[in-house]
Each structure stands twice: as structure tokens, then as C-alpha cells.
């Protein structure tokens, strides 16, 4: 199968995340056993997505898509470790995906946990959350000293975001694989964020003006 381009690939991933938004569904060709069965030889996913691990944003329902069709890479806070970073270059790699997609979503609870511990740096017993909480720290502790500690929810927005953008950032120039296919072979990494009250994603981070 020829490589199917990041633009290309955005555009099947709006598309996907409309039919879900509108509850309509794609009525797939092929049963779960078939898709299954014709997969044993390999995939050919046409995007990555790196989203947040909450149960309520399935990246393959939330883009109306089948089995094949995404490389998911999901842990908490959708945040950019080592093994997301060596995860993102397997699947670019190896199967030239070239979008990767960085996801959060509203009210995430990485960030809400973040912005508690500014507030209470004991709110946690657990040394492994207070990795994430600390990977997610950075793009979020600058947001809480502004007018915006007033209004939780405001904050909250923000935050959300700036966690999307610095992971997105991350993946663009943390890795040298990563910003060689960038440079060399159109490799696109976009920041998106999905909304637990319409089902939408708003892709707002990093997408050219093209698309």
C-alpha cells in the first residue's frame, strides 16, 4: 500500500471524528474476523495518535476507524517520555505513518492532578504519579501563577492545552529520527485536543494552513 500523506491523513481523521461527533457511523466492508485475518501479514496504520489514557477517549472510536487503521500510543496526561518518543519512531519508521497526532482532552486528570500538587505538593502518596505529574509540570506551572489561578475551569483550558503543545514541541525536536522524516520526508506531528461534551476534536496545534 503507497504511503498516504500526513494532509491526506488529517483529512481522513476529520472526517472519521465528524461521523463519530454526528453518531453516524461508517458501515465497514469487512467483519472484525476478516479485518483481522487480512491484517496477519502486516499493517499499514495511516496515523499515529499519542493520547491521554483515560477510558472515555478510545482514539480508534473517536475517529470512526477499524482494525489496522491507527498506531495508539496512550498513557496518562498524553505525555512524551522515552518510550512514547521510541514508540512515535517505530511506527514512523517502520510503516512510514507520516502524521502523528499529539491528543488530550478536557478536563484531563493529569493536569488537574499537576495543578493540585502545585497547590499541595504532598496531594500524592505515589512516586510513579508524581513522574507523570512532573512531566506535565513544566508547561503548566507558569499558567498557575497568572490571573488565571482565580478561575479553576479557565485554568483547567489552558492547561490542557499547553500539556498538548509541549508534548507535540517534544516529539518535533526531541528526537533525531523524528526531525529528519519532518525535514526530509514530510513526517507532520499535530497537537489535538478532544471534547468530552461534543465528541469533537479540534485540531489546533501545528497544522499548516493547507489543511
Do not use: W
Request: proline share 4%; charged share 25%; glycine share 8%.
Amino acid at each position: 500500500m503507497a504511503i498516504i500523506s500526513a494532509i491526506d491523513a488529517l483529512v481522513r481523521l476529520r472526517d472519521g471524528n465528524r461521523r463519530f461527533a454526528e453518531d453516524r457511523p461508517i458501515e465497514r466492508e469487512l467483519t472484525a474476523k476478516a479485518k483481522r485475518e487480512s491484517s496477519l501479514t502486516g499493517q499499514t496504520p495511516f496515523a499515529i495518535i499519542l493520547g491521554c489514557s483515560d477510558s472515555r477517549v478510545p482514539a480508534e472510536i473517536v475517529f470512526d476507524q477499524g482494525i489496522g487503521d491507527l498506531f495508539v500510543i496512550r498513557v496518562a496526561g498524553n505525555i512524551v517520555a522515552p518510550s512514547q518518543v521510541g514508540s512515535v519512531e517505530f511506527a514512523a519508521e517502520q510503516f512510514g505513518t507520516r502524521l502523528v497526532v499529539v491528543m488530550g482532552h478536557s478536563n484531563c486528570g493529569a493536569v488537574s492532578a499537576t495543578l493540585d500538587a502545585l497547590d499541595s505538593p504532598t496531594s500524592t502518596s505515589s512516586p510513579n504519579i508524581r513522574r507523570i505529574v512532573e512531566f506535565v509540570r513544566p508547561s503548566v506551572e507558569s499558567l498557575a501563577e497568572t490571573d488565571l489561578k482565580k478561575d479553576r475551569a479557565a485554568l483547567m483550558r489552558h492547561a490542557v492545552r499547553s500539556n498538548i503543545r509541549a508534548s507535540a514541541s517534544h516529539l518535533r525536536h526531541g528526537s533525531s529520527i523524528l526531525e529528519q522524516l519532518i525535514e526530509k520526508d514530510g513526517l507532520l506531528v499535530v497537537g489535538a485536543e478532544y471534547s468530552l461534551e461534543s465528541g469533537i476534536v479540534d485540531f489546533f496545534d501545528g497544522v499548516p494552513e493547507l489543511a
